[in-house]
Structures are given as C-alpha cells and as structure tokens.
C-alpha cells in the first residue's frame, strides 16, 4: 500500500503524517486525539498537554490490549469450534456410511420377502388345488 502524506493538526499543533491511511482518516484521528487530550486536561483538574496526551496514549493502549485480548480469545474460540465442526464432519461421514450399510441390509431383506411372498403364492396355489383333487376325488 501507497504511504500517504497529510498536515494535521493536534491540539493547535501541526504535524507531518506519513501513514497507509487516508489523509481524511489522519485528519478525522487527529481531531479525536485532539478530543481526547481536551477531555482528559478538563477531567484531570487542568493538567499539562503533555499529561494530558500520556493519560489519552495509556488509554489508547489500555484499550488496545483489551481489544487484542479479546481477538485472541475469539480466535481460540474459532479453533475450539473448528475442532469441533472437523470432528461432527468426521460423525457425520461414519453415519452416512453406517446409513448405506443399513439401507442395502433393508434392500436385501425387503428382496427376500419379496421371493418368500412368491413361494407362499405357489404354496397357497397348490394347496388349493390339492383340496380340489381331495374334494372330486369325495
């Protein structure tokens, strides 16, 4: 990325930037800097800039930290649930196979009831002639 260079302005102080952001986000950062320096001189009963500015930077980084501590919990998080996911994927695989086993054992016993069906047929149909013979032969 392009480095860019932007004049901004600090607490009425100007100062040379060269950044990857955009001299409008430079400009936008350094009036909020400028904001929170001000805020911290009136909350600190009067304090220096320079007091000022170091309790606005150990904020800053408090709250970076803050925020890393809680991308980094994120992320194991993201390995825990990524973890997890791989091994529901893995179950998921051993039913589907287990669910082929099944359907083909299904298949198997639905085709053998399927030829006893037609042996009770021929069955049924020879007893019924056999009792017609029995019954001329009366």
């Known amino acids: 990325m392009m480095k860019n260079t932007a004049e901004v302005k600090i607490l009425g102080q100007t100062y040379r930037i060269c950044s990857d952001e955009s001299a409008a986000d430079m400009a936008r950062l350094a009036a909020r800097v400028t904001e929170d320096i001000s805020r911290s001189i009136e909350s600190n009963s009067g304090a220096g800039s320079l007091t000022a500015a170091a309790l606005a930077a150990m904020d800053y980084l408090s709250r970076l930290e803050k ?10 998080g993201a390995s825990e649930n990524s973890d997890e996911t791989e091994s529901l994927r893995a179950r ?19 085709s053998q009831i399927g030829d006893y069906k037609a042996r009770i047929v021929v069955l049924e149909d020879k007893l019924s002639l056999a009792k017609r013979k029995g019954a001329k032969k009366k």
């Not at 925020?67 to 194991?76: D, G, H, I, Q």
């Not at 287990?98 to 359907?103: M, Q, V």
């Open 92 to 110: 998921i695989s051993e039913l589907s196979e287990e669910n082929g086993r099944i359907k083909a054992e299904l298949e198997s016993a639905q």
């Open 67 to 76: 925020a890393e501590r809680e991308l980094s919990l994120m992320k194991s």
